[in-house]
Antibody, heavy 123, light 112 residues
Framework: QVQLVQSGAEVKKPGASVKVSCKAS????????ISWVRQAPGQGLEWMGW????????NYAQKLQGRVTMTTDTSTSTAYMELRSLRSDDTAVYYC????????????????WGQGTLVTVSS | QSVLTQPPSVSGAPGQRVTISCTGS?????????VHWYQQLPGTAPKLLIY???NRPSGVPDRFSGSKSGTSASLAITGLQAEDEADYYC????????????FGGGTKLTVL
């Protein structure tokens, strides 16, 4: 079955970087995109950006531009999200999700989602 | 403030029907972009519930239905069950923002 399995929880100090992985299985990785969505404690969902596993094109949320990088390794069907210069308000559960198309259009949805990775930023 | 507006909470008794609204604008829902809905049970990842405004993925009961009109969309749940108690989020695309994928703020459904 289609599945996304994320790396484990992380604790980081302010100013550090974190890299979360998302390993896909059960489908042709390069036929879709991967999006990253985060959820701060008790809050709603915030879209961070996406990457096409087909051609590597990316699109990041403006508020994260310059701090986030999304990459893929097609040889292992794994997507990565790196967030730099961490602040306390970056504390959240980070989800990867398969995007319904290999290119970013106005009609994409997310299915399935990974199990989430808790990133805690604390001094 | 979310680009898509949802009521913070709704409630209903078992067996009843509830609806959750998702209001956008002319740069997202009103521009013709699709609306999708997700269910998030406590402590779990979101799950796709409705895609393309009104389509149910395999395995989603037909008690769940979606619709869209103008700058708004709605999720309806009939025959409420205790296991429907969860957070529900709408999602669409916005052509005027840099964060092109937008979510509603979420609605907590309580089954009384």
């Amino acid at each position: 079955q289609v599945q996304l399995v994320q790396s484990g929880a992380e604790v980081k100090k302010p100013g550090a970087s974190v890299k979360v992985s998302c390993k896909a299985s059960g489908y042709t990785f390069t036929s879709y995109g991967i999006s990253w969505v985060r959820q701060a404690p008790g809050q709603g969902l915030e879209w961070m950006g996406w990457i096409s596993a087909y051609n590597g094109n990316t699109n990041y949320a403006q508020k994260l531009q310059g701090r986030v990088t999304m990459t893929t390794d097609t040889s292992t069907s794994t997507a990565y999200m790196e967030l730099r210069s961490l602040r306390s308000d970056d504390t959240a559960v980070y989800y990867c999700a398969r995007v319904s198309a290999p290119i970013l259009t106005g009609y994409i949805w997310f299915d399935p989602w990974g199990q989430g990775t808790l990133v805690t930023v604390s001094s | 403030q979310s680009v898509l507006t949802q009521p913070p909470s709704v409630s209903g008794a078992p067996g009843q029907r509830v609806t959750i609204s998702c209001t956008g604008s002319s740069s997202n829902i009103g521009a013709g972009y699709d609306v999708h809905w997700y269910q998030q049970l406590p402590g779990t990842a979101p799950k796709l519930l409705i895609y393309g405004n009104s389509n149910r993925p395999s395995g989603v009961p037909d008690r769940f239905s979606g619709s869209k009109s103008g700058t708004s969309a709605s999720l309806a749940i009939t025959g409420l069950q205790a296991e429907d108690e969860a957070d529900y989020y709408c999602q669409s695309y916005d052509s005027s923002l840099s964060a092109v994928v937008v979510f509603g703020g979420g609605t907590k459904l309580t089954v009384l």
